[in-house]
């Protein structure tokens, strides 16, 4: 069975520096798209960053850009955002989620693209 599981969550201060995982079981890494979102109480998920199977395509949502980088380790079977500068604004539970894709160099972050989910982790930056 697919699963995907969050790590590496916590509370930062701001100017603080976070690296979430993304660990899959079930199923190799190699032939999907991994995308990460956020979501804050009342508001919709945001997509945040996602990457193509074979880590060429990246793409950033602007309030991010230039703080987080996303890679991926398919022998590892594991994805990472590394998160850098981190504010307040950054405060959420993060999830990552997979597509299927024939496409080796597709990702996008739109929420409805992705069939699997992980159950998040919380992401706090407070002084």
């Known amino acids: 069975q697919l699963q995907l599981v969050e790590s590496g969550g916590g509370l930062v201060q701001p100017g603080g520096s976070l690296r979430v995982s993304c660990a899959a079981s079930?199923?190799?890494?190699?032939?999907?798209?991994i995308a990460w979102f956020r979501q804050v109480p009342g508001k919709e998920r945001e997509g945040v960053s996602c990457?193509?199977?074979?880590?060429?395509?990246?793409n950033y949502a602007d309030s991010v850009k230039g703080r987080f980088s996303i890679v991926r380790d398919n022998a590892q079977n594991t994805v990472y955002l590394q998160m850098n500068t981190l504010s307040p604004e950054d405060t959420a539970v993060y999830y990552c989620?997979?597509?299927?894709?024939?496409?080796?160099?597709?990702?996008?972050?739109?929420?409805?693209?992705?069939?699997?989910w992980g159950r998040g982790t919380q992401v706090t930056v407070s002084s």
């Open positions: 990457i193509s199977r074979r880590g060429v395509t990246k």
């Open positions: 989620a997979a597509r299927g894709t024939s496409f080796l160099n597709w990702c996008d972050m739109t929420a409805g693209t992705y069939d699997s």
């Open positions: 079930g199923f190799t890494l190699d032939y999907y798209a």
